[in-house]
């Protein structure tokens, strides 16, 4: 005897509950109504329970149907994750090859690893993007890129595999001739209330993931940028404070053009940690120009790159 239950059926469920009701249902899966309503039926009817209170006006989830949903959606992700790795088996090299990079993460680890790529698969095109805080996990979850580095653990989606690559540190920093640099002791911290008084430079999300959420922001006097290039450069022209990556700052503290703030509030000495991750949809095979950019990726992380390498590097632009 065939099992009744089907993947269409938990397919029609899963899109009515995340849409909101039959109709948007339909539309979602570009289906008729009733072909939607009659596979909601059917999986109520296989599995002897009902789904959905359709009392009212929109339906609503029943205690029963509450407790499959998360399995209806676990299992619909792993028969997509199945049908990826199928075509992946059957897929030749990618024409192009679009990474999104969170501009908190050395550009130069990333060159050294296309590099090694570009060895193996030379006819591949490359889209390279760097971009801050919620954008690289947006694109990736819309679609527009392939892969993508993020920092930080603020974001997920069931449809986004995180792979870690490092712990990257980020400093507050001041220009040497601000006045918040002279309030720097090597015994004292930095007060919340006296950075409060000043400026602080933040870095603005170009996705809406963080939306109504500030990260590290202490001030209530802040300028907005749009990216890290711009936040460098007007925190090592004296206007305000800031944040920025560990690497990106090490050549201005070592010359003296900068000052870390030690501000107990944003960590030890207003130093932070965060992880780095290589992100992919679990739903889309990664082709062999991808894998061969993710294992070159693995392996410059495992050797990291000499301050004298990091140093000499632009830097990028984003990230707070």
């Known amino acids: ?7 269409d059926q938990m397919r029609a469920f899963v899109a009515v509950v995340e849409s909101g009701s039959f109709r948007a249902a339909a539309r979602r899966l570009t289906r ?5 309503s009659h596979a909601v039926a059917n999986l ?7 789904l959905f209170d ?7 989830l029943t205690a029963e149907g509450r407790a499959l949903l998360a399995e209806a959606r676990a299992i619909l992700l792993k028969v997509d994750a199945l049908r ?9 090299i990618e024409v192009d090859l679009s990474i999104v990079i969170d501009t908190l993460f050395p550009m130069a680890t990333v060159a050294a690893a296309l590099r090694s790529m570009r060895e193996a698969y030379p006819a591949v095109g490359m889209r390279v993007v760097s971009a ?17 580095i993020t920092v930080g653990r603020e974001f997920r989606d069931p449809h986004i595999e995180l792979e870690a690559l490092s712990a990257l540190s980020f400093v507050a920093v001041v220009a040497a001739g601000h006045p918040l640099a002279a309030r720097v002791s090597e015994e004292h911290g930095i007060a919340t209330a006296e950075l409060a008084d000043h400026l602080q430079i933040v870095l603005e999300d170009p996705s809406p993931l963080s939306e109504g959420r500030d990260f590290g922001v202490l001030s209530p006097e802040t300028w907005r940028v749009g990216g890290q290039d711009t936040k460098h450069a007007l925190i090592l022209a004296g206007l ?9 700052v090490e050549r201005d503290l070592a010359e003296g053009r900068l000052v870390r703030l030690p501000a107990l509030a944003l960590g030890r000495r207003g130093e932070a940690i965060a992880e ?4 992919h949809r679990t739903d889309e095979p990664l082709g062999p120009a991808a894998r061969a950019f993710r294992a070159a990726l693995l392996e410059q992380v495992a050797e990291p790159a000499t301050p004298q390498q990091i140093a000499s590097q632009d830097p990028p632009a984003g990230g707070e």
């Open 1 to 7: 005897m065939l099992d009744p239950l089907t993947l």
């Open 32 to 36: 008729v109504q009733s072909a939607v």
């Open 44 to 50: 109520e009817a296989a599995l002897g329970v009902a």
């Open 54 to 60: 359709r009392s009212e006006r929109r339906p609503r």
């Open 84 to 92: 990826a790795r199928a075509r992946g088996l059957g897929e030749g």
């Open 132 to 148: 801050p805080l919620g954008a690289p996990f947006a694109a990736l979850r819309e679609r527009r890129c392939t892969l993508a």
């Open 240 to 248: 305000g404070w800031g944040r920025l990556p560990g690497w990106q």
């Open 276 to 279: 780095a991750f290589l992100a």
